[in-house]
């Protein structure tokens, strides 16, 4: 199993930025792609970039491209989140989870991490 703890959120005004970090740990090669998502109070949880492992290939949510960028560092077997222009509506709890499958859908993957609050004020 892949074993995954995220880092890095806190509380920052309207414009700002923070860089959340997912150190991955077990079985690792397992895994063939990173996946972060979020879940803010009373909705669902929701894509917002995956990266596979060792290809460069990314892919973003509407929402955050162009704001957000998702980075490896397989050295580390950790996944970064850097977040930037961040608005009140980018608040949320932000998950890393990994999986098999090139996919957007939290059903395809089967590691998640405990979470790190982000909060975005105005």
């Known amino acids: 199993q892949v074993h995954l703890v995220e880092s890095g959120g806190g509380s920052v005004l309207d414009g700002g930025s923070l860089r959340l970090s997912c150190a991955a740990s077990?079985?690792?090669?397992?895994?063939?792609?990173m996946a972060w998502f979020r879940q803010a109070p009373g909705k669902a949880r929701e894509f917002v970039a995956l990266i596979r492992w060792h290809s460069g290939s990314l892919l973003y949510a509407d929402s955050v491209k162009g704001r957000f960028a998702i980075s490896e560092d397989n050295s580390r077997n950790t996944v970064y989140l850097q977040m930037n222009s961040l608005k009140p509506e980018d608040t949320a709890v932000y998950y890393c989870a990994s999986g098999s499958q090139y996919s957007t859908s939290v059903a395809d993957y089967s590691a998640w991490g405990q979470g790190t609050q982000v909060t975005v004020a105005w």
């Open positions: 077990g079985r690792v090669y397992s895994s063939s792609v």
